[in-house]
């Protein structure tokens, strides 16, 4: 056992001897994000990230972002504290079964394009025209011609709610997060009911029948500035990754956050079933260590080239 406050300092001493920047995305665990010199949402961490001055980049989130970050920065030193955090979306979208359905809308003679949300292999996007994030999906999709058909991968329920607020008919891909798709809805009214006047959050990851039932929906930098939007104390009941209540606790603790289902489970005692098993995979003692030893790396690949026009077209201009 490592005393989590002695870790905490030992990595501030590392960062300045290793000239290193450390990014950590809101579903990371708090301590992380507490000594982070930048946390934020996809976007924004992916913004962030070109900014950065110093030699060495280290990125407490997942597998793509880290990714995404040496793509966008090649020049840097990109850390990830353990190459095992990987995400079920990315998972459920492989670079041979995309182009095999490629081909196949191509030979019926379809007009598409194919927007891909970040959380996709660096592999994956290089068969794509866009990348979005929940936090610029619509203005990026208001991009696409409209003559053209939007083949969107690989979140069919992040998907599904953009053809809503875009009004533009989409070619869903079958995948879904796992920590989003797990939410029940009974869990969710039980919480409202119990929790009389309390507001409901959703990350538009969540399936239809979460989000009908939810009052505000975004992205999780989204869902921060909400909050922080509103200046009467209030119950917020949050249907996304259970570290997000860090964030929001923080920017506007006049608030109560709860997560769903957490409290509700049958059994009365918190559950771990909205924590994302990759995000955990992220720990004190792995952020210190990869400081220390300068590993794992991610390294340049061959098809990093024609991903980096697709991320820089999509988030940086
Ligand atoms: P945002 O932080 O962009 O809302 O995305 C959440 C997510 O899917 C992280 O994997």
């Not at 996304?240 to 506007?252: F, Q, V």
Request: charged share 25%.
């Amino acid at each position: 056992y490592e005393d989590p406050l002695d870790l905490m300092d030992e990595i501030d001493a590392l960062k300045k001897e290793k000239d290193a920047t450390l990014l950590a995305h809101f579903y990371i665990e708090g301590n992380i994000q507490e000594i982070a010199d930048f946390t934020g949402d996809s976007l924004k961490l992916a913004r962030d990230a070109v900014k950065v001055e110093t030699s060495t980049i280290v990125f407490s989130g997942v597998h793509f972002m880290a990714e995404s970050t040496k793509i966008l920065s090649p020049e840097k030193t990109v850390l990830l504290p353990d190459m095992h955090a990987g995400c079920s979306l990315a998972d459920s979208c492989q670079y041979g079964d995309l182009l095999q359905f490629q081909e196949k809308l191509r030979a019926e003679g379809r007009d598409f394009e194919t927007v891909a949300y970040i959380n996709t292999t660096a592999k994956v996007k290089s068969l794509c025209d866009w990348i979005v994030t929940s936090g610029n999906a619509r203005e990026i999709i208001d991009r696409v011609p409209e003559g053209k058909e939007i083949l969107f991968v690989p979140d069919q329920h992040l998907g599904r709610y953009l053809q809503e607020v875009t009004g533009r008919k989409m070619i869903l891909w079958p995948g879904s997060c796992m920590v989003h798709e797990i939410f029940s809805v009974q869990d969710l009214l039980r919480a409202k009911k119990n929790n009389p006047g309390s507001i409901v959050l959703a990350h538009p990851e969540c399936p239809h029948r979460i989000l009908e039932v939810s009052d505000f929906i975004g992205g999780t930098e989204k869902l921060r500035q909400y909050v922080m939007s509103i200046k009467e104390p209030g119950t917020f009941l949050v249907a996304t990754e259970a570290n997000m209540i860090h964030p929001l606790h923080k920017s506007a603790p006049q608030h109560t956050f709860l997560p769903v289902p957490g409290i509700m489970s049958s059994t009365g005692e918190t559950c771990a079933c909205n924590r994302c098993p990759h995000m955990a995979l992220n720990t004190l003692q792995k952020v210190r260590d990869c400081l220390k030893y300068g590993k794992p790396e991610i390294e340049w690949q061959p098809y990093f080239d024609k991903a980096k026009e697709v991320l820089e077209r999509s988030l940086l201009q």
